[in-house]
């Protein structure tokens, strides 16, 4: 229930849905803590958070891409390029959550055809990766970081339409134009609803009344 909320963009209903889960559970692994930080724009928690997965034994593979995640957004594409460059080493070369936010540290250097290219691999990969929209979100953002905001408009519609509609996050993302895309174009383009919408339906009784949290249920079968 914690991860539904974070990604419809209900980070209080989140936070709580995770805290009773570990008083229920107190050995848990459960990551929704720290994806909770990072959606809502809490950078400093997220930040440590990221420091402490990296340091757990056994490492969960996938710390390293929170963590670029992390960087990448609390602008530190130093740090970044740490966290992927480590991630590559256990992981997959064609890691399409991997590769999609190399994409991003790319066109933030202003290296266009070597983000193009980890776009491309990314959407190409092999590899099952049941929450795509995840890497449909990193695409937006790297269009938009090479000045395309029209693609990036577009990967972000894809992205929320397929179970990420996480408008809380897409608006405190600093490096890129998504945000002044959708309030500068015509009110009918899906950019602009996308980031006007506030997610208001209900969360009561341990369901959310909303056709989102639904549909992204399904995609956790």
Not at 4 to 25: F, M, P, Q, V, Y
Not at 81 to 93: C, S, V
Not at 156 to 175: H, K, M, N, S, V
Not at 196 to 221: H, I, K, W
Request: net charge positive; charged share 20%.
């Amino acid at each position: 229930m914690s991860a539904i909320c974070a990604h419809i963009g209900r980070i209080k209903e989140a936070t709580i849905a995770d805290e009773r889960a570990r008083l229920s559970n107190p050995k848990t692994k459960a990551r929704n803590f720290g994806y909770n930080s990072l959606y809502g724009g809490d950078l400093v928690r997220a930040e440590e958070v990221a420091k402490a997965w990296l340091a757990q034994v056994p490492l969960w593979p996938h710390s390293f891409s929170f963590a670029a995640e992390c960087a990448l957004t609390n602008r530190d594409p130093g740090l970044a390029d740490e966290q992927l460059t480590a991630g590559f080493r256990i992981l997959p070369a064609d890691d399409p959550m991997l590769l999609s936010l190399q994409s991003v540290l790319c066109a933030c250097r202003g290296e266009k055809s070597a983000a193009l290219e980890c776009v491309h691999k990314s959407l190409k990969s092999p590899w099952p990766f049941q929450h795509i929209h995840h890497a449909s979100h990193q695409v937006a953002r790297t269009y938009a970081a090479l000045g395309d905001l029209d693609k990036a408009v577009a990967w972000l519609q894809r992205a929320a339409e397929t179970g990420f509609p996480c408008a809380c996050y897409f608006r405190i993302d600093p490096d890129w134009q998504i945000c002044a895309a959708c309030r500068h174009s015509n009110s009918q383009r899906p950019g602009e609803k996308i980031l006007r919408a506030e997610n208001r339906a209900p969360v009561e009784q341990g369901f959310l009344a909303t056709r989102a949290s639904s549909r992204l249920v399904g995609s956790y079968r």
